[in-house]
């Protein structure tokens, strides 16, 4: 780029080539001397002459002074062009040997080396300009003339006859000199408007491939999300499908109890059907009553509870609970929180111990607390520090060892003392209930038996503020689901636990080991 542009710098603008012996008018422009002596020469016998480059005009010839400093620089600059013989402009006067053209005449169409040059006509309508091997081009195909004008209305070399004559009179007109300086100004611009275009083109093209990047590494996560998401569903199906086989298999055993009492109740009955049909009072009245049997089996067939029905909420719930986490895992939603339970000594019944983390319960001697309206009285009941008025929560509890126990949460409102404060029997509590072999859950006064007990000694509490829920799980494996209460919360809930007899103790787990678990959720 800085050799063309020193090039334009050392070119003739008459000639347009490098200059050869340059001399300088009073205004201060050079020309090669063979081509300003041409110019002077076409101006005798005008008015005066002119600079062919800035119009200014002399009264008399000027004068010519040798620019002996752009001599020497036009002489270094000339041999690190390319070679003229490599272009194939030869002189057309050196027959015997090839000699490289150093100018072409438009007039003679010929081109010539120095040494013709010297001796060439020096008359103006010979016309130097740089080798060429077509000088047609640069003469007007109309008059022949030598090309001396540019027409900026119809953006054509002219001549001076399609100046003065020809189809462009009137046209405005600029020199071919100041017209090349106008094109290659342009011609600078619009390169400096695509070297522009050039670099925010690289900068889209390298925005793109790092667009591709992150598509291809977006392609690779979705891929192993959809992998990962199959594996949770399969897991999630499993589970789900777990529970149904369990529970037909307890309608089972149901079925044939209730098949063993439905036959021995007939045989009661045609018993019963023959002693009514018998005449004779003293074999009546010595049969043996069956009363009491008959309400020996009423009392055993309440312990089955009629099996109830499907546990299709429990599934339901065990179905939901599972898409939610995982689509929480997915849109990276709210999920399930441990709760980290720490007991209210204030609430802890007189004769409960509770530990200095606040994190086990157990059943002892009278503490001899201050008796408090917070405090449990008649019952054996702790609630937590914590209290949940929304969110998706859970907590664990160990209750190894332990046969008489209960926990689940209730209302800050609930009573105290009386039977009204004992968990489960009032409508402000909800909880899971065990008495040596016996398990159930209960709800203001409300009770039914969890006939398959519980096969674990970890149990975990889940609440859902806002779908309104409290389930029970037992953490084996894999957990299975025991029961889960609706309702519509009108207050915060608190955890809340029940020991009796010594040696039966809660320890609440949750924290850490509870985060651990809940990817089987």
């Not at 529970?243 to 109890?257: A, E, K, L, N, S």
């Not at 009661?268 to 009546?284: A, F, G, Q, S, Y």
């Not at 609630?383 to 126990?405: A, L, P, T």
């Not at 609930?414 to 398990?439: M, P, Q, T, V």
Request: glycine letters at 6%; aromatic letters at 6%; one cysteine or more.
């Amino acid at each position: 780029m800085a050799s063309a542009d020193l090039s334009e710098e050392l070119e003739c603008p008459v000639c347009l080539a490098i200059y050869t012996d340059p001399v300088t008018l009073r205004c201060g422009h050079n020309f090669c001397r063979v081509c300003i002596d041409r110019v002077l020469d076409s101006q005798e016998g005008s008015a005066g002459y002119s600079c062919p480059e800035c119009r200014k005009r002399f009264k008399e010839r000027p004068g010519l002074q040798t620019n002996i400093a752009l001599r020497n620089i036009a002489e270094r600059f000339l041999p690190t062009q390319p070679d003229q013989e490599a272009s194939g402009v030869l002189c057309t006067y050196c027959v015997d040997s090839p000699v490289p053209a150093v100018m072409s005449c438009l007039h003679c169409d010929a081109s010539l080396c120095d040494k013709h040059l010297r001796v060439h006509s020096k008359a103006p309508e010979h016309v130097l300009c740089a080798p060429t091997t077509s000088p047609e081009t640069r003469r007007c195909s109309v008059h022949k003339k030598i090309l001396e004008y540019y027409c900026t209305e119809d953006a054509s070399c002219v001549c001076v006859s399609c100046y003065v004559i020809g189809g462009h009179v009137g046209h405005k007109m600029m020199s071919l000199d100041e017209a090349f300086k106008e094109k290659k100004k342009k011609l600078r611009n619009d390169l400096q408007k695509l070297m522009v275009d050039e670099k925010e083109t690289e900068k889209r093209v390298q925005s793109l491939k790092a667009s591709r990047s992150t598509a291809d590494a977006e392609t690779e996560r979705v891929t192993a999300l959809f992998r990962d998401l199959g594996r949770q569903l399969k897991d999630l199906e499993e589970r789900v499908l777990s529970d149904i086989p369990r529970q037909v298999q307890g309608y089972d055993d149901g079925i044939r109890q209730l098949e063993k009492k439905k036959e021995k109740l007939s045989r009661k009955m045609r018993h019963i059907e023959e002693l009514c049909n018998m005449t004779d009072p003293l074999t009546v009245l010595q049969e043996s009553d069956t009363g009491d049997s008959c309400d020996t089996e009423d009392r055993h067939d309440k312990q089955f509870h009629d099996g109830g029905d499907l546990d299709v909420a429990g599934i339901s719930h065990t179905l939901h609970t599972g898409l939610a986490d995982i689509m929480c895992g997915v849109t990276g939603g709210v999920p399930i929180q441990p709760a980290d339970i720490l007991l209210d000594v204030n609430t802890a019944y007189n004769s409960l111990h509770i530990s200095d983390d606040r994190k086990t319960v157990s059943y002892s001697q009278s503490q001899k607390r201050p008796r408090t309206p917070e405090r449990f009285k008649d019952y054996p009941h702790v609630m937590s520090i914590q209290s949940f008025s929304s969110g998706r929560h859970y907590w664990e509890v160990d209750v190894g060892g332990s046969d008489v126990w209960s926990v689940g949460m209730c209302y800050p409102s609930i009573a105290r003392r009386g039977d009204e404060s004992e968990i489960g029997e009032n409508n402000k509590s909800w909880c899971l209930w065990r008495d040596e072999d016996f398990y159930s859950v209960r709800h203001d006064s409300d009770e039914i038996e969890l006939r398959d007990g519980i096969p674990s000694d970890r149990v975990r509490i889940y609440l859902d503020y806002e779908a309104g829920q409290i389930s029970f799980y037992a953490l084996c494996d894999p957990i299975r689901h025991l029961h889960t209460f609706t309702a519509t919360f009108v207050e915060p809930l608190h955890a809340v636990l029940y020991v009796l007899y010594v040696y039966n103790r809660i320890t609440i787990s949750g924290g850490a080991r509870g985060r651990k678990r809940s990817a089987h959720w």
